[in-house]
């Protein structure tokens, strides 16, 4: 029976390639309404806090009586403690320093200092600490382990820097997170292209399936807004990068399961690590990876867990793409978009998917409540590039407001 601790985000959706696969699956979860149907229909899910620790999880496997076969990690909280689960089970798992390396940012770089891998100067600041910002502006400030782009953002003078730090420093509560650290971690902020490098660990060795093509919000903050999975061997900067993902690989002592490194290429430096973690990436890329490169990123999780090799698939020519469609402005979603409607024309065109619902309250500086809307794309790199560039662009969110009459009439938000 394959482990699948406190899925969310990616994790749901693997376990639902899993449970389809035909694939047993023990499920120890705090948030078991989040899961699709057909995973609480065939799955066994139990109830599980991350405040059981890994007792709590032992205690779930043994009243479960099955045996269990391999442990993946749900979601980015939650990298230790499945570790610590399969060291406990004698399962394939990362080393305990390697899974504190991958969560908590400051001890993140303290691992590239000590292996030669290149990271932004930083410094990491707890409260009793705050003052004079460490480093020259600009700057970044992020929580030290907090997932995706939470708290995240460019600060350019002091003022904006106290006012970050004390975001992270009491940040109040933290979706999906029990016990958030009050540490921000500050770095210099790296100008480049940014990526990220997607793959998994197995019996056979590190594979590099994607060279992902980010695209982000206009700072304060950095919201993604749209991504391009690309195989290495198709990426105009696929060697450089496939050949720094081994490398990370390496120094964070990356054993086993996926990995997902995320790096900007400075002019002067090459490829320099903004984060490295052991789990699925979320925001669909494991779909991208799919629909593009031609890697089951799912199935080569559930594969590496088990101590199975996951076969390595040839490299495909097609990218696949989306860009999020976001609000410019706070209000209400109209339900519609104004300059959509050239991209269907397209031939790369694969599908709108929608995220909000028509009447859903909208926030530009809340990245759980801007996108209304993903657009996805396959086909040649430079093509994808184009369209995702250009929704981005063009593609207006509505906006209803009230007008001198108390009514509400519909209104083109401020573009993306």
């Not at 994607?210 to 061997?233: C, L, N, R």
Request: hydrophobic letters at 40%.
């Amino acid at each position: 029976m394959l482990i699948v601790v406190q899925p969310l985000s990616a994790g749901a959706r693997l376990v639902s390639r899993v449970v389809r696969s035909g694939v047993p699956c023990l499920i120890p979860t705090q948030f078991p309404e989040l899961l699709p149907p057909e995973v609480t229909a065939a799955a066994t899910v139990v109830d599980w806090h991350p405040d059981q620790g890994v007792p709590g999880l032992l205690r779930c496997v043994e009243e479960s009586g099955a045996r269990p076969t391999g442990v993946v990690a749900g979601f980015e909280y939650v990298v230790p403690e499945s570790a610590e689960l399969a060291r406990a089970l004698g399962l394939p798992a990362l080393g305990a320093d390697a899974a504190e390396a991958v969560r908590q940012k400051d001890v993140m770089r303290r691992r590239c200092a000590e292996r030669g891998i290149a990271f932004p100067r930083s410094a990491a600041v707890p409260p009793e600490a705050a003052g004079p910002c460490p480093l020259p502006f600009p700057v970044v400030v992020k929580p030290v382990d907090c997932g995706g782009s939470l708290l995240v953002s460019l600060c350019r003078d002091q003022e904006e820097y106290e006012q970050a730090c004390a975001s992270v420093h009491h940040p109040g509560e933290v979706k999906f997170h029990p016990s958030p650290r009050r540490t921000a971690l500050v770095e210099e902020y790296v100008e480049g292209p940014e990526f990220s490098l997607d793959g998994w660990v197995d019996a056979g060795g590190p594979h590099v399936a994607s060279v992902t093509t980010k695209f982000v919000s206009d700072p304060p903050y950095f919201f993604e807004t749209g991504h391009i999975a690309t195989a290495p061997a198709h990426s105009p900067y696929g060697e450089i990068l496939e050949e720094f993902a081994r490398s990370v690989v390496a120094a964070f002592d990356l054993s086993v399961g996926p990995f997902h490194i995320e790096t900007r290429i400075d002019r002067e430096h090459g490829p320099v690590l903004i984060e490295v973690g052991a789990r699925l990436a979320g925001d669909n890329i494991p779909e991208l990876v799919l629909a593009g490169p031609g890697a089951d990123l799912c199935a080569a999780a559930a594969d590496a867990a088990r101590g199975r090799r996951h076969p390595e698939p040839p490299a495909s020519p097609l990218s696949a793409g989306l860009a999020f469609v976001t609000t410019g402005r706070p209000g209400t979603y109209a339900g519609t978009l104004t300059g959509f409607e050239p991209f269907p024309e397209a031939s790369e065109f694969r599908g709108l998917v929608p995220e909000a619902d028509p009447g859903a309250v909208l926030d530009p500086d809340d990245i759980f409540s801007n996108r209304v809307a993903r657009i996805h794309f396959e086909g040649t790199l430079d093509r994808v590039e184009h369209l995702v560039a250009s929704v981005i662009k063009d593609v207006v969110v509505d906006i209803e407001v009230d007008n001198e009459n108390g009514d509400l009439k519909k209104e083109e938000a401020a573009r993306v």
